[in-house]
């Protein structure tokens, strides 16, 4: 750990943003330590390390604060190009390669099936929310490809949540690389309000948290239950459970279902009762 210390805040002296921007760009897909490098650059940024400044394009950034925010939006933006990458790693790869393949990533099944329950549970917010989630914000990229999340809302959704990350760890290395007490109190009220409202974001999410449904839908014999969760997957509804049972020339199938946040069952119902063959769906929570 000392060494990986040693390397990161070395990179970061002597290359200063470019560091940044790169060490930001990887910790999209692997965990760089993040909250390190973004602490370090601002301290840099204040020229707490002699030696050690701030360039753009070879000219030096004399104001502390706006090395402050060429520090903090270079970590901003690599990270979110990083994102953009692990995104088309899980949209091109799809999920059987990195299953075969993601240990190279650190990206394990497990990992998987716990990112896919955070997007189950609370929908395209996961990626705002995470990104500010120490360790966890590295393993969100690649699943949000995987369940072919539109590029744009993905990236847009990235960025917000990266921005007060970056700029708020970087406000942290300013006041401690300044050594200014006023600076170093607005930052630890930066953190304290930073963690309140992740917590009151956390608990609103829990409330609009999705729900398992249980579907029945009366059939003519020989329907195709395909066509049930062909139903579920355009209305973006994960199945859970899909039984059928015919006799007596009927058929009926239970479909066991988790759907989105806010999304109303009377939509699914209306859905599925278009089909045809299906005589009657009954919802039961």
């Not at 716990?114 to 966890?136: K, L, N």
């Not at 992740?198 to 999410?205: E, F, I």
């Not at 449904?213 to 899909?242: H, I, N, Q, Y």
Request: charged share 20%; net charge neutral.
């Amino acid at each position: 750990m000392h060494a990986i210390t040693e390397a990161v805040t070395g990179a970061i002296g002597d290359y200063g943003l470019y560091a940044v921007f790169l060490l930001m760009f990887v910790d999209a897909i692997l965990p760089a330590a993040s909250e390190l490098v973004m602490v370090y650059g601002g301290a840099v940024a204040a020229g707490a390390f002699p030696g050690s400044d701030v360039t753009v394009f070879g000219n030096e950034v004399g104001s502390t604060a706006w090395a402050y925010v060429a520090i903090a939006l270079a970590g901003t933006v690599g990270y979110t190009l990083g994102s953009v990458l692990g995104w088309a790693i899980g949209f091109y790869g799809g999920r059987p390669y990195l299953e075969r393949h993601g240990r190279w990533l650190h990206v394990t099944p497990e990992k998987l099936d716990r990112t896919d329950e955070w997007f189950e549970r609370y929908g395209d917010v996961t990626v705002f929310v995470t990104r500010m989630v120490p360790v966890v914000r590295s393993f969100v990229s690649i699943p949000a490809g995987i369940g072919e999340m539109p590029l744009a809302r993905y990236t847009v959704l990235t960025f917000l949540g990266t921005l007060p990350w970056c700029f708020g760890l970087a406000a942290i290395g300013v006041a401690l690389g300044a050594g200014r007490y006023l600076l170093a109190s607005g930052g630890t009220v930066l953190v304290v309000a930073t963690l309140v409202g992740l917590r009151a974001l956390r608990d609103r999410l829990q409330s609009w948290s999705v729900s398992r449904e249980e579907f029945v839908l009366s059939t003519r014999a020989g329907f195709d239950v395909e066509l049930v969760a062909e139903v579920a997957r355009r209305e973006k509804v994960a199945v859970r459970g899909l039984e059928r049972e015919e006799s007596e020339g009927r058929g009926r199938i239970v479909l066991v279902a988790r759907l989105p946040p806010r999304y109303r069952p009377e939509r699914l119902i209306d859905a599925l009762t278009r089909l045809e063959g299906v005589r009657e769906v009954d919802w039961e929570r």
